[in-house]
Every structure is written in structure tokens, then in C-alpha cells.
């Protein structure tokens, strides 16, 4: 059946998923952003309880937040503040999409940059054009391996230090900090240090590789600032085969 303009445009393809009896509501343009809120519950399980401890109230900043799946539960079913970060514009859009959808516009505040070890305007070498899509690198070409990104458009986006952020007053200190930028997590734990020794700082979830030496170096100095990690949990969160073998979301905690 062929659809009219106006009919077109009132297509809002929508998902509902429900926890604990809070209902969230994300819309799903396409069959990416469809499959991430079909998989919540399978894709990460380990995400969903390091946010079931949180207290209401608490703070969170979501760096990576794509189109803001953990940003919304994190807000809906623990009433915490987030402070979303994701550089890449079409997620950016439907990011805010979702925090409307679900009236959390007092609890979330999302900003259209990445986190990084430096500040300003750099290329966004997008490895997947699709709204949900993932793996974007920002300022370097390069994969989630540090192997050279064969990028299917550069978009220009903003970068800054978290520490500049608090330190200028924009982001309060978090309580809890979520990083997942496909390979590039030590360079924004590089420019949060300052921030990453306040006391208020309790816990970290991180994408680490530790195939990688820089990411293996940035485990050790977490640790070394009294952020500790499981391995039972690391070996649990571990892709045992596939295209990201052995990268593992590590959980630290003070």
C-alpha cells in the first residue's frame, strides 16, 4: 500500500521493554537499533547489574552512549542523573529521542562530544553508517585493535578532557562512570585523572582489550588508584570467539 506524505511521516517505530515495573520506550528506526533493545538483557547482563547498584540520585556519565540504551535504564529503573557523551550525530539525535520518550529530560542531560585525552575539534571516522552503528574512532583511523580504519564517512565533531568538564563546572563529579568507545578507553582515562582520584568516584565500567598493552597499562593504574576489579566477573563479560575475542567489560570498584 502506497502511504501519503503525512502517513510517512507519522511512522515512529518504537520498542517497549519493561523491568521491575518501569516501562521504557525506544525508538528503533531501523533493524540495529531494534536488535539492541531486543538484546539488553543477553548482550551485557553484567552492565545491568553494576547499574542495579546504584542509589537514587547518584551519578552517572555514560561516555559512548550511543543511542542510549544504558543511559535510559540507568535514569528509568535507578532514577540516577546521567551525564550522556556520544559524538556521532545520528545517534546523538535518536539519543535525545529516547530521553524524551521517556520524560527523563530533568534526570539526563546528553552532549553531542566525545571524551578524550585533549580538547577541541577533531575528525569522527565513522566505521558504519547506521543509525546504532558503532566503532567510531575519533581524531586517529583506527579500529577497536588499533589496526588502521578503512572509514565510511569522516564527520567532524568535539572532543574534550572530562577533568576540564569538572574542572570548569559543566559535570559535577560522577559517582559512576561508564566508558565504551571501541579502543580508545585509556585516552579518556587519560584526561580524567584528576577527576578519577576523588573519593566520590566509587565505581568504573570499562570495554577493555587486553590484547592491547595500553589497555592492559591502563588496568594497572585504575588499580593502582584503589579502583579494583573481579576477574571472576572480567572472565564472565570475556567474548570467548568472534570479532572481539577477549574483550571484556571490566567493572572497578573503590
Not at 532514577?79 to 550522556?84: D, G, L, N, P, Q
Not at 564517512?153 to 559517582?175: I, S
Amino acid at each position: 500500500m502506497e502511504l501519503t506524505l503525512e502517513q510517512y511521516e507519522q511512522l515512529n517505530p518504537r520498542c517497549e521493554i519493561e523491568h521491575d515495573g518501569v516501562n521504557m520506550v525506544f525508538s528503533t528506526p531501523g533493524t540495529l537499533t531494534r536488535w539492541r533493545v531486543e538484546s539488553i538483557h543477553s548482550k551485557e547482563p553484567w552492565t545491568l547489574e553494576w547499574i542495579a547498584s546504584f542509589q537514587p540520585d547518584e551519578i552517572l556519565l555514560d561516555c559512548g552512549a550511543n543511542v542510549g540504551m544504558y543511559t535510559v535504564w540507568a535514569a528509568a529503573t535507578r532514577r540516577v542523573r546521567v551525564y550522556a557523551f556520544e559524538p556521532e550525530s545520528q545517534n546523538y539525535a535518536l539519543l535525545n529521542r529516547n530521553i524524551q520518550n521517556n520524560r527523563l529530560q530533568h534526570r539526563v542531560k546528553a552532549y553531542c562530544m566525545g571524551l578524550s585525552d585533549q580538547s577541541g575539534l577533531f575528525d569522527l571516522h565513522m566505521a558504519d553508517m547506521r543509525v546504532g552503528g558503532s566503532c567510531h574512532a575519533v581524531g586517529e583511523a583506527l579500529d577497536f585493535e588499533h589496526k588502521p580504519l578503512q572509514a565510511q564517512f569522516v564527520q567532524g565533531c568535539v572532543a574534550g578532557t572530562l577533568d576540564e568538564l569538572v574542572a570548569g563546572g559543566a559535570v559535577p563529579v560522577p559517582n559512576h562512570i561508564k566508558i565504551d568507545v571501541d579502543g580508545f578507553e585509556p585516552k579518556v582515562i587519560a584526561g580524567a585523572r584528576a577527576t578519577l582520584a576523588d573519593p566520590r568516584v566509587r565505581s568504573l565500567l570499562i570495554e577493555t582489550n587486553p590484547n592491547l598493552e595500553d589497555h592492559r597499562a591502563m588496568v594497572r593504574e585504575l588499580n593502582a588508584l584503589g579502583l579494583l576489579h573481579d576477574p571472576a566477573q572480567v572472565r564472565r563479560a570475556e567474548r570467548k570467539d568472534g570479532t572481539f575475542k577477549g574483550v571484556a567489560e571490566h567493572v572497578f570498584r573503590r
